[in-house]
């Protein structure tokens, strides 16, 4: 018989075991966010606590984000994957997704990053993808529907325990969203 020893997880976060996939980590958000300027900040209920037993090649980070915006702000705005030990904005930005410009336009929309482990080493290595689908077709959240990024990160110490992961943003002057819902996940750990 095999046994598990669950990790310690903050509020919020929750550890379940798959059968043929490892440990899976999920959080996700209890109240809407509103973010509205240019400083960068961490979206609540994305943070990921890494067991114990550590990333592993394969694993996957995924974020999906359902956005709401208002007619202010026409920016691109930048959302980024961060690694680190403290759990916060703090945290080093890793794998990083600038969205195309939007328009001066409301609109509804659905953000969802994915990223897969490389390698795990003191030089690992983490690809992602940005997908922003929206109900405009060329105004709102961006100028194209959909919009896609893929982003490579430059090789960094991932195989540390107590490491966490976070989805931060900073959007364009004058922008304004409120994330009305969030859904993290770290499976095959």
């Known amino acids: 018989m095999v046994t598990f020893a669950e990790p310690t997880l903050l509020p919020g976060l929750k550890s379940e ?3 043929g996939g490892g440990l899976e980590v999920r959080n ?22 890494v067991p114990a037993s550590g990333l ?15 007619a202010a702000g026409t920016a691109s705005a930048v959302f980024d994957v ?5 759990g916060t904005v703090a ?8 969205k195309i410009a939007g328009t001066g336009v409301g609109d509804v929309g659905r953000l969802t990053i994915e990223c897969v ?3 795990v080493s003191a030089t690992g290595v983490v ?38 992961i976070g989805l931060n943003a900073t959007l364009g002057a004058s922008d304004d969203y409120t994330i009305q819902k969030v859904e993290a996940s770290l499976t095959g750990v």
Request: net charge positive; no cysteine.
């Open 117 to 119: 482990v490389r390698s």
């Open 17 to 19: 075991i798959n059968p």
């Open 56 to 70: 592993k090649v394969g694993s996957k980070i995924k974020f999906v984000l359902d956005i709401t915006k208002t």
């Open 127 to 164: 690809v992602g993808q940005m997908t922003l689908q929206h109900s405009l077709a060329i105004t709102g959240l961006a100028t194209q529907n959909p919009v896609s990024v893929v982003t490579i990160s430059s090789g960094f110490d991932n195989d540390g325990q107590e490491l966490f």
């Open 91 to 98: 945290d080093t930005a890793r794998v990083s997704f600038t």
């Open 82 to 86: 961060a690694f680190g030990t403290a």
């Open 28 to 49: 996700f958000s209890v109240a809407a966010q509103n973010i509205a300027d240019t400083t960068r900040v961490q979206v609540i209920g994305s943070q990921l606590l």
